[in-house]
């Protein structure tokens, strides 16, 4: 009786499910149109001096003046490895002959050094490199990374050490001098 | 009176009789006429519903990408819906947008933008605000289509075209760093009769 009832049951849910199938028959589905999609992503290159902005310096005739604090900059970069073989940090002064300068007496960038420990200059160098960014005998080249798919979206932090060294220099009249160090990246 | 017996007597002598007799004889044959049965040719034309699709203009559409920022769609996408449906078969209309690959909806040389971060919207349909297109529906892959809109048929509308603008951008403001390149991919667009 049970095996009757039961093959009842199953027979009227047979006959439900090609019900159901036949409003599914009834599905109608037009051609398929296509919208074309195109984004392009710009290689993009940032630096930021995120502390260290303002370093400050006690000179003394003779000798080396370190900086107060270090500069920490920041290099950001999203880049196409196979448009950009490398990114190159580079530090400048406008005008060479006067890195520093109180207005009447200046403080040539062969007296200003840099160092910074994890890129290319190890220690103190004097920025009188010429190279592709700043003016000539103006500049040093701080780090240079080759660009791969691996680093191709990359921020590096690095530390940049100053010192004004004066252990050769002319000798220096007492007064305040400014100057701004220029600090550019490159991708090539 | 006797005129007139005169007369007939006369014709027959002149043998019109049998002719008028011979007359008679070949009428017959018309009332003997038989006609057959009627069988009867059935007409039956169909005339199927009809459902298409096209684009009108925007076909192709340009994104600027910017990384943690909203790139709008160069242009919008005009879709042109036309229906020709029986109304006691047909529901509803809907147009829907899916990619085939959603993980992949936009393809690059390194990295893929998901469905998850292109957005659209069409203000003539249901979703009026930009939304993913990332529903599960009848059309295209699980989490890979947007409904676009719904139409209830009746006997006013079951025969119709209807344009519809579809606003398409890419939202990076919550993605992951996005490789510089250039992506490409594309948004099927179809319509379904239910």
Known sequence: MDLRKTVRVAAALVVAGFGFAGVAEAQVLSNIANVNLNASAAQTLTVAVTSGSTVNFTLAQGAAAAGDVSSAISTTWNLNPGLTGAVTLFGYFNTPSSALTDGVYDIASTYVKGRMTTGSVASYTAFTQTNAVGPANGSLLLFTEAITGANKIKTRSDNLDLQVDLTASPTVPASTYTGVLRIQARAL | ?194
């Open chain 2, 1 to 194: 009176m006797d005129g007139m017996r005169r007369f007939v007597r006369w014709m027959g002598t002149l043998g019109l009789a049998p002719g008028v007799l011979a007359a008679f004889l070949l009428a017959a044959p018309a009332r003997g006429l038989t006609l057959s049965g009627v069988s009867n040719v059935t007409l039956q034309a169909t005339k199927t519903s009809s459902l298409t699709v096209a684009i009108g203009s925007g076909t192709s559409m340009n994104f600027t990408l910017l990384q943690g920022a909203i790139a709008n769609g160069s242009t919008a996408a005009q879709i042109t819906s036309s229906w020709n449906v029986n109304p006691g078969k047909t529901g509803t209309v809907r147009l829907y947008a899916y990619f085939d690959t959603p993980s992949a909806a936009l393809a690059g040389a390194t990295q893929n933008i998901a469905s998850t971060y292109v957005e659209g919207r069409v203000t003539t349909g249901v979703p009026t605000t930009y939304t993913p297109i990332t529903q599960t529906t009848p059309v295209g892959p699980a989490g890979g289509s947007l409904l676009l809109f719904s139409e209830t048929i009746t006997g006013g509308n079951k025969n119709k075209t209807r344009v519809d603008n579809l606003d398409l951008r890419i939202n990076l403001t919550s993605s992951p760093p996005l490789a510089a390149g250039t992506y490409t991919g594309t948004l099927r667009i179809v319509v379904r009769a239910l």
